[in-house]
């Protein structure tokens, strides 16, 4: 039998946010196992994370269609169930710093900060402009953007208001042609509490529309941080569930904070 937990990351409150499931191994199951697991959770990510070293843990990510490269929120839902729940067993206290080796974009290191935040530390990922706009991107949108930009995970359409990235309807079979790249579209905030808003939309790799995105937000701080001449932030991520992120911009870096909650610990008969 194998432990998992299933939390919501990026938000204080139950049903908020976005949910992960999280299980520690002795040593990554077959690939076909672990997919076959994401899909049964039907969550935007399950993750895997294998102990390497006191405080550090190899981690791989998977949504319900395939293997991910880079995910925040299941990250810092693995990070919470460590400090939470596996501190006794790993040997962890609450002020020592993890470490996360990924296959795709190096380590990540994460920490508990005294607010009750975790913080996790992503590689830099600014978008740039691009000459060449796909139209299946425009097609796609139901709004025509500012401009648009990208980086390795994804098009980042820029619009004028938070109305504007809240009203968007998202055309998921006309997305999904854009594979690899997802697509994040993002706004200015109209509240004075926080600095930007987003949604982000995912159909080649996991869903129409993912709930709460942090791997995202090692592109949209950067770029907001430019823009509004910060270098820290409140973000909104405006899906159906929502959740808040604070970022700090540093240097090749980006720290992105949240909360979490656990929605529940169960046994797995497989």
């Not at 139209?135 to 990208?150: C, F, K, V």
């Not at 790249?181 to 129409?208: L, N």
Request: aromatic share 10%; glycine share 6%; charged share 20%.
């Amino acid at each position: 039998m194998k432990t998992q937990w299933i939390v919501d990351a990026f938000t204080s409150e139950a049903f908020k946010g976005n949910s992960a499931a999280v299980m520690l191994v002795e040593e990554f199951p077959s690939e076909q196992w672990m997919q076959s697991v994401a899909t049964e959770n039907n969550l935007s990510e399950t993750a895997y994370i294998k102990p390497i070293a006191p405080n550090h843990y190899y981690i791989r990510w998977f949504s319900p269609i395939t293997e991910i490269d880079f995910c925040g929120h299941a990250t810092l839902a693995s990070a919470y169930v460590l400090y939470n729940y596996l501190s006794t067993e790993q040997g962890i206290s609450a002020t020592q710093t993890l470490r996360f080796s990924t296959n795709d974009v190096g380590d990540l290191t994460v920490k508990q900060c005294e607010s009750g935040l975790i913080e996790m530390s992503f590689p830099n990922q600014n978008p740039k402009p691009i000459k060449n706009i796909p139209q299946a991107l425009l097609n796609g949108l139901s709004r025509e953007p500012l401009r648009i930009l990208r980086n390795d995970q994804a098009y980042f359409a820029v619009y004028e208001s938070e109305e504007d990235v809240t009203e968007i309807e998202a055309n998921s079979s006309v997305l999904a042609l854009l594979k690899p790249y997802d697509v994040v579209v993002t706004a200015p905030s109209d509240d004075p509490q926080r600095d930007f808003v987003s949604r982000y939309f995912w159909p080649a790799s996991g869903g129409d529309e993912d709930p709460v995105t942090g791997s995202i937000h090692a592109g949209l701080g950067p770029y907001w941080g430019e823009q509004l001449g910060k270098t820290s932030m409140v973000a909104l991520q405006a899906s159906r569930r929502s959740g808040l992120l604070n970022i700090e911009i540093s240097g090749e870096r980006v720290l992105v904070s949240g909360n979490a909650v656990l929605f529940s610990k169960s046994q797995l008969y497989i």
